[in-house]
């Protein structure tokens, strides 16, 4: 069976580390090897072919290791790392040590859910938040939907309907519209599209286009406005005659 083995960052200030290099490479193999119980099952030819040194090599460094060391921190056993039991040896302190590093893998893992936590409550409240002004910004553009909608309706629908006829015909007495409701709607087109451009027409600039406009018939007045609209210019212009280019000097003094 396969077995995983932590190594403590405290293994490079024990005793030891002192010791030879082929007995620290045996004690990291044993470490390697121990089972959950701490126990290696093998023979010291086995373990020197593992950890890669002479079986002399290997024999010394167990008799290293499963003697007393003074200088140990641990004083188990006056300081043994190994005992030799049936078949193999036993780490004397492998079950203190693989319940230290248990109880740091759950506080680890604490902290690790409680910071995944934190991450997920401050992403939902973003997100409500988002959901929330996005749900309050759609309440009132449908709110201002439905009141135009209702004024739409108000003005063009049943018994209204007459009554929107006679504003809109007082509204053109009152700006002095010249010819008949065909020109007056081509008009608002014209100042809506003035607007869409970001060029809003003057007092000035509105009265001296109708003077223009009312010298001409109605039809042409109002070809004269959907030329404009059409081409996307800011300006009226005579209407252009099939084959007949203008120059721009003569256009210009037309502009208004």
Known sequence: METYTKLSS???????????SETKVLWITLLSLADQHGEVFGSPVGLARLAGITIEECEVSLLTLTSPDRHSRSPDMD???????????SLVNHAKYRDLASREDVKRKQN??????????????????????????TSSCDAKTSATDDETSFVTHGPYKQKHKQIQKKKRE??????SERFATAWDEWRMHRREK?????????????????LMSESDAIAVIDQSITNGWTGLF??????YQPKTQSADQFRI
Request: charged share 35%; aromatic share 6%.
């Open 174 to 179: 009152e700006n002095k519209l010249p010819h």
């Open 10 to 20: 405290n293994l490079i200030t024990s005793s030891v580390w002192a010791e030879k």
């Open 112 to 137: 690790l859910r409680q910071k995944r936590y934190v991450i997920r409550k401050n992403e939902k409240q973003n997100t409500d938040a988002k959901t929330s002004f996005t749900d309050e910004k």
């Open 79 to 89: 300081g043994r790392r190994l005992e030799e039991i049936e078949g193999g040896w």
């Open 198 to 214: 970001k060029l809003g027409l003057t007092k000035t600039s509105s009265g001296k286009q109708l003077v223009m406009l009312s």
């Open 238 to 243: 005579p209407v252009k005659k099939q084959g």
